[in-house]
């Protein structure tokens, strides 16, 4: 499989997305623009796939016990996390979540949130292109200063 091909399934996983895509397409030579245009094009897809997903199987799947259990779990830790920026803020709060690049800040939980808070579907989905688009500026922007700094360390050791 090649790089892009990683960067991609990077930009996609829950965990990683754009924090762990990103990176790796830039590291392993891809231009930072391109990097950036092909992992947040990526990770923006999942905002769409979760909708699909909670509009279709999950009415399937809340009927067994163990999925039960795990998606109540999931719904408190994303209510408490996100109930004060897209409660209050909506639009603008479902941005800046998913804006800002941190471990479990993204286009997963943004999604799952404006669904729980009834949002409308378009809206929260530009609300999430918009916040991944901010998101990979900030992880390109520490990327290429990140690695820019360790070379220069570098050079300045040897």
């Known amino acids: 499989m090649n790089d892009i091909l990683y960067a991609i399934l990077l930009s996609i ?9 990103l990176p790796y397409a830039y590291l392993h030579g891809s231009p930072l623009w391109l990097a ?21 199987a999950h009415k399937w799947l809340i009927k067994w016990q163990l999925y039960e259990k795990l998606f109540d779990r999931f719904v408190r830790r994303v209510r408490r996390k996100t109930g004060h920026l897209i409660g209050k803020y909506g639009f603008w709060g ?14 997963y939980t943004g999604s799952v949130a404006a669904w729980l808070f009834g949002l409308d579907k378009r809206k929260s989905l530009l609300a ?6 901010v998101s990979g500026l900030i ?18 050791i040897e």
Do not use: D, H, Q, W
Request: a negative charge.
């Open 128 to 133: 999430v292109l918009v916040g991944v688009c």
């Open 94 to 107: 479902i941005t800046l979540f998913v804006a800002i690049p941190l471990p479990v800040t993204g286009a």
């Open 36 to 56: 950036y245009l092909i992992c947040v094009t990526a990770n923006f897809f999942v905002g769409p796939i979760v909708f699909i997903f909670l509009e279709t």
């Open 13 to 21: 996983l829950p965990v990683a997305e754009l924090r762990g895509g």
């Open 139 to 156: 992880v390109s922007i520490v990327v290429y200063f990140g690695i820019e700094a360790l070379a220069f360390l570098y050079n300045r």
